[in-house]
């Protein structure tokens, strides 16, 4: 089964802090993506990464960056949190190919307070 | 871009009876649709997908169904049970990403 694991399932910071959110997955896959998730508002697409180094800006990438180094890691950085950037964080990733599936991990609940 | 509507936002059923949940797209470019269930505080799993070429796709009590030349797709749940009860999401891929619906918050009572 593919595995796509969140470094943390709960956080709380302060507004100014910069914010890391660490995702792994274990499938060799080319794809891997974050998304915030909010009521009401579905899942949004931030940033997302189809290569080691090649970083792609999704629907909301303000206020954001993404770091990919090695395949198997995507870190989602919050340079100065701020209160509307409390949510909840997904990460997924999938092979290359758009019409592949998406898998994803369980989620970071973020609270910037 | 892509734009994914899906209906209704809330369902609630009785044990026993079928769900139905639509979606609507607008690339028609767009050639894969998966649908995605959600539990309370756990991510989005893929339960069903359906690919352009194809109209309708079974695995046992899920069923989806894609209508290209309206750009509709749907998700069927028959014998619905208790543990059936979660958010559930359509996608459609577009360019290089999935775009999500807002979701449906199914409900299934005893």
């Known amino acids: 089964d593919v595995k796509v694991t969140q470094s943390s399932r709960y956080l709380v910071k302060r507004t100014g802090e910069k914010v890391f959110l660490e995702c792994v997955q274990d499938?060799?896959?080319?794809?891997m993506f974050w998304y915030r998730q909010d009521p009401g508002l579905g899942l949004r697409l931030i940033y997302f990464s189809y290569d080691v180094k090649m970083k792609e800006k999704g629907d909301i990438p303000e206020g954001y960056s993404v770091s990919r180094e090695k395949k198997e890691r995507f870190s989602l950085i919050l340079e100065s949190a701020s209160t509307n950037q409390t949510s909840m964080y997904l990460c997924a990733s999938s092979f290359q190919n758009s019409n592949q599936p998406q898998h994803f991990g369980d989620g970071t609940r973020l609270s910037i307070l | 871009g892509e734009n994914v509507e899906q209906h209704p936002s809330t369902l609630s059923v009785q044990e026993g009876d079928s769900a139905v949940i639509k979606c609507t797209y607008s690339d028609s470019a767009s050639n894969y649709f998966p649908w995605y269930k959600q539990e309370l505080g756990k991510g989005p799993q893929l339960i069903i997908d359906?690919?352009?070429?194809?109209g309708e796709k079974k695995d046992q009590r899920i069923a989806v169904t894609l209508n290209k030349t309206a750009k509709h797709f749907s998700l069927h749940i028959t014998e619905t049970q208790p543990e059936d009860s979660a958010v559930y999401f359509c996608a459609g891929a577009g360019y290089s990403t999935l775009t999500f619906g807002k979701g449906t918050m199914l409900l299934v009572s005893p």
């Open positions: 499938m060799d896959h080319e794809n």
């Open positions: 359906i690919r352009s070429n194809v």
